[in-house]
């Protein structure tokens, strides 16, 4: 069994998504963030850098397998169960640099807009500035779902799953405007209606 330690952040919905598209049982383990259970040393053992999401794989020979960073997870998790990546090689690695397109900038700009947004509004040029390059990096993928319908031909892939949390938030916490986007929306409305991402995206909701 795999436990996964994670919160409902853009970044905590991407394993919990990919662990529902694989089919697989899993052990979910949520953190209040706001308690700080991510600093906690229990924690800072399977990830030193305090942050969610993590893992530790127990189906493993010897000890536990534990993988920090969301990237990662989800390579580890495709190669585990042999799904969420294309078999072919170009394609693979394809998926692979959509990923490292989500981590290296959708993700840290699209989060610091949102930090500007919500925590300084008296200095708007911080926000503009990754506001503006938030849009540009929503263009890039823009331009890629004009060809097919997720981010590496016809399937989803990890590529699609390292996305859509982030996307799916854009307007409520960085405040950026999709409707010049018209392919990223259809790919997020047909992300958002799959089974398996609406599972993995409710199951971090708080209970009422």
Known sequence: MIDV???NTPNGV?????MEETGEAYNLKLLNLSNQDQKKPAFLKINPNGRIPAIVDHDVKGEPVRVFESGAI????AEK????LPSDPAKRIDAIAWAFFQTGG???IMGQAGFFKNNFPDFPQGYERFKSESERLISVLDDSLQQSDYLVGDDVTIADIMQIGWIDRA???AGIDLSPFPAVIAWRDR???RPSVKRGIEVLKPKL
């Open 81 to 84: 169960f042999g799904k969420l």
């Open 191 to 193: 992300m958002l209606a």
């Open 5 to 7: 330690y994670t919160a």
């Open 14 to 18: 991407k394993v919990t998504i990919a």
């Open 106 to 108: 959708i993700g840290p």
């Open 171 to 173: 307007p409520g916490y």
């Open 74 to 77: 989800l390579l580890y998790l």
